[in-house]
Nanobody, 121 residues
Framework: QVQLVESGGGLVQPGGSLRLSCAASGRIAGIADMGWYRQAPGKERELVAVITNGGSSNYADSVKGRFTISRDNAKNTVYLQMNNLKPEDTAVYYC???????????????WGQGTQVTVDS
């Protein structure tokens, strides 16, 4: 079974930092794009950042200059370093990855369980 497990969420004051991690596990033949999404109360899920297998990244305008996405392909892990956090960053953060399982000759999108990030004084 392929799964994504997230960690690193929590409560932080405005201006603080958090680092999220998401590790893919299982019998995996390949991982293409990995990314982070978030969903705030009453809002739709939105893309925060995405990174390709080769390390190219893109960010939502709202987080540019504050967040950094990275990955460790040897560990099948994607990270999101969040600096200068703002109250509007409060949301459940979900990781996502396009994965080719060893048991299947087809790519599919997988989602993590979500981790809560709360920015509040």
């Amino acid at each position: 079974q392929v799964q994504l497990v997230e960690s690193g969420g929590g409560l932080v004051q405005p201006g603080g930092s958090l680092r999220l991690s998401c590790a893919a596990s299982g019998r995996i033949a390949g991982i293409a794009d990995m990314g982070w999404y978030r969903q705030a109360p009453g809002k739709e899920r939105e893309l925060v950042a995405v990174i390709t297998n080769g390390g190219s990244s893109n960010y939502a305008d709202s987080v540019k200059g504050r967040f950094t996405i990275s990955r460790d392909n040897a560990k099948n892990t994607v990270y999101l370093q969040m600096n200068n956090l703002k109250p509007e960053d409060t949301a459940v953060y979900y990781c996502n990855a396009k994965i080719l399982p060893r048991s299947l000759m087809d790519w599919r999108s997988y989602w993590g369980q979500g981790t809560q990030v709360t920015v509040d004084s």
